[in-house]
């Protein structure tokens, strides 16, 4: 956080290198205002620079110039993840139908662009993320597994389809980490990984990192009920929940491998290919991961 002379609380972000361009970090912020002023959705507010500009270059050491956006500061914390952890997952599931009504009904403005996350930006060797086969403890009979899962959830996917009423501008990240509450008022955040793709992604990407918690049944009824007071969700819609969680797993396994100088990779590495691919042995038995 950063305090601005006239004692205004700022936050300033900035970009990993190679991550974004300026256009995709421009449509980001277009996205988050057009949420913001046609929503009442409560999203990060980028304040420009003395050129008007959004996205600034800065110069983060040895010559290396990074890109930069400075925001207002939004009061709040995130939920707790106790007892009420289904009611919360109502709350996201409102917050998500919101964002992908606008998305069907927003029309883009020229030029937006964003990355895309569908089955070969997620499990392609050169995917966004990373090649989850180079994910820490992919080896032994483990590589076979995830190879059978892979397989099978691009055929469900390919049959599911990518229909303007399913597939669209995403959060893609929208975990209870990226909510604060304030005084009764949720706020959605970091969409810095926000771009196209399926809708329901969005519920996958909630239970990011526990997908295989006995509780996910109850939170994925949670944010269904919220969902549904916005928005339809269909039996195809739900039919196509396990596949994406098991994709999302799969894009964290190659994250895990790719970040694995944050803390969270390291206290994952261990066990989660081996978790990830016992998820994909129950998806191939039966479909089902949520159970």
Same mark, same amino acid.
């Given at each position: 956080?950063?305090?601005?002379?006239?004692?205004?609380?700022?936050? +300033?972000? /900035?970009?990993?290198?190679?991550?974004?361009?300026?256009?995709?970090?421009?449509?980001?912020?277009?996205?988050?205002?057009?949420?913001?002023?046609?929503?009442?959705?409560?999203?990060?507010? =980028?304040?420009?620079?003395?050129?008007?500009?959004?996205?600034?270059?800065?110069?983060?050491?040895?010559?290396?110039?990074?890109?930069?956006?400075?925001?207002?500061?939004?009061?709040?914390?995130?939920?707790?993840?106790?007892?009420?952890?289904?009611?919360?997952?109502? %709350?996201?599931?409102?917050?998500?139908?919101?964002?992908?009504?606008?998305?069907?009904?927003?029309?883009?403005?020229?030029?937006?662009?964003?990355?895309?996350?569908?089955?070969?930006?997620?499990?392609?060797?050169?995917?966004?993320?990373?090649?989850?086969?180079?994910?820490?403890?992919?080896?032994?009979?483990?590589?076979?597994?995830?190879?059978?899962?892979?397989?099978?959830?691009?055929?469900?996917?390919?049959?599911?389809?990518?229909?303007?009423?399913?597939?669209?501008?995403?959060?893609?990240?929208?975990?209870?980490?990226?909510?604060?509450?304030?005084?009764? %008022?949720?706020?959605?955040? #970091?969409?810095?990984?926000?771009?196209?793709?399926?809708?329901?992604?969005?519920?996958?990407?909630?239970?990011?990192?526990?997908?295989?918690?006995?509780? /996910?049944?109850?939170?994925?009824?949670?944010? +269904?009920?919220?969902?549904?007071?916005?928005?339809?969700?269909?039996?195809? #819609?739900?039919?196509?929940?396990?596949?994406?969680?098991?994709?999302?797993?799969?894009?964290?396994?190659?994250?895990?491998?790719?970040?694995?100088?944050?803390?969270?990779? =390291?206290?994952?590495? #261990?066990?989660?290919?081996?978790?990830?691919?016992?998820?994909?042995?129950?998806?191939?038995?039966?479909?089902?991961?949520?159970?």
């Amino acid at each position: 956080m950063l305090e601005q002379p006239g004692g205004q609380k700022t936050v +300033l972000r /900035v970009h990993r290198p190679g991550y974004h361009s300026l256009t995709a970090i421009n449509s980001e912020l277009a996205w988050m205002a057009a949420l913001r002023n046609e929503t009442g959705l409560v999203t990060p507010m =980028a304040l420009p620079g003395n050129d008007g500009a959004l996205v600034q270059s800065v110069d983060a050491g040895k010559g290396e110039m990074r890109f930069a956006v400075l925001f207002a500061f939004e009061e709040g914390t995130e939920p707790e993840q106790g007892a009420s952890l289904v009611a919360s997952f109502r %709350q996201l599931g409102v917050l998500a139908a919101n964002c992908h009504a606008h998305a069907e009904r927003w029309a883009l403005p020229e030029g937006f662009t964003r990355l895309t996350w569908d089955a070969d930006t997620i499990l392609s060797p050169d995917a966004h993320w990373g090649d989850w086969r180079d994910g820490p403890g992919v080896r032994g009979e483990i590589p076979e597994v995830l190879s059978r899962g892979e397989k099978a959830i691009r055929a469900k996917l390919s049959g599911y389809g990518k229909g303007a009423d399913r597939f669209g501008i995403i959060h893609a990240d929208m975990r209870l980490a990226n909510l604060l509450v304030d005084d009764g %008022q949720t706020k959605l955040i #970091d969409f810095d990984d926000c771009g196209f793709g399926w809708f329901a992604y969005d519920f996958a990407a909630a239970i990011s990192f526990f997908e295989d918690s006995e509780l /996910v049944p109850d939170l994925l009824a949670g944010w +269904l009920a919220g969902y549904k007071t916005v928005r339809g969700f269909s039996e195809a #819609d739900l039919g196509i929940m396990d596949t994406m969680v098991l994709l999302r797993r799969y894009a964290l396994l190659a994250w895990i491998g790719s970040h694995h100088e944050t803390e969270l990779a =390291a206290n994952l590495k #261990d066990s989660f290919a081996a978790g990830t691919a016992g998820l994909a042995e129950r998806y191939l038995s039966d479909g089902k991961i949520v159970r």
